[in-house]
């Protein structure tokens, strides 16, 4: 089943913003939007966001997720240490009866 | 506390047989989709399963189909995946799932196919 396409890396430095990005097409992210994941090495995932940009409790508003088309963006403001990690998009797709996600990002903060 | 606690992973040959469990608590399971990811060794997520919250609705990716089953039981509050013919591939972290969007994650068990 086809994937989402997120960028490999991303690295920014300390208290800068970084944008990452999720394309795909009108049958997952132009559908209902996405979910974002984050992912510290060695742990489970975590819920960030999700329908483009709800945010569960506890979630930094430094994280803010939006649509346009088929591409859906996370951004995160005021990167810290604490910030690094990977980030997975994913959606639901109507076509395919299914939820795809995207390769990941690996967000390096500098 | 909400809480997924995954078990019943191993080392097995390939075309083998494994069951996973999923024991729930700290929130109404009989109320929630739930849902099984996995992540292969050095790799990303990918959506194995979900299953609705009577276990009328059941979805599957493409690779498992035929060969893994997703069911639950309410009354014990766990999810299940019995993963049948099992091929190398399939090696991975096995994470359940809460909710309609990923909400709640277990930390996972490991599953090895390897002879």
């Known amino acids: 089943q086809a994937g989402l396409t997120q960028p490999p890396s991303v690295s920014k430095g300390l208290r800068q913003t970084a944008t990452l990005t999720c394309t795909g097409n009108?049958?997952?992210?132009?559908?209902?939007?996405v979910v974002w994941l984050q992912q510290h090495q060695g742990h489970p995932p975590k819920l960030l966001s999700y329908?483009?940009?709800n945010r569960p409790s506890g979630i930094s508003e430094r994280f803010s997720a939006s649509r346009s088309g088929n591409t859906a963006s996370l951004t995160v403001t005021g990167l810290q240490p604490e910030d690094e990690a990977d980030y997975y998009c994913?959606?639901?797709?109507?076509?395919?009866?299914?939820?795809?996600f995207g390769g990941g990002t690996k967000l390096t903060v500098l | 506390e909400v809480q997924l606690v995954e078990s019943g992973g191993g080392l097995v040959q390939p075309g083998g047989s494994l069951s996973l469990s999923c024991g729930a608590s700290?929130?109404?399971?009989?109320?929630?989709?739930m849902t099984w990811v996995r992540q292969a060794p050095g790799k990303g997520l990918e959506w194995v399963a979900n299953?609705?919250?009577?276990?009328?609705?059941?979805y599957y990716v493409d690779s498992v189909k035929g060969r893994f089953t997703i069911s639950r039981d309410n009354a014990k509050n766990s999810l299940y995946l019995q993963m049948n013919s099992l091929r190398a591939e399939d090696t991975s972290v096995y994470y359940c799932?809460?909710?309609?969007?990923?909400?709640?994650w277990g930390q996972g068990t490991m599953v090895t196919v390897s002879s």
């Open positions: 799932s809460m909710g309609d969007v990923f909400d709640i």
């Open positions: 700290g929130f109404i399971f009989s109320t929630h989709w």
């Open positions: 299953i609705n919250q009577d276990g009328s609705k059941k």
């Open positions: 009108g049958n997952n992210v132009g559908f209902e939007g």
């Open positions: 329908k483009n940009n």
């Open positions: 994913s959606a639901w797709d109507k076509g395919l009866d299914s939820w795809v």
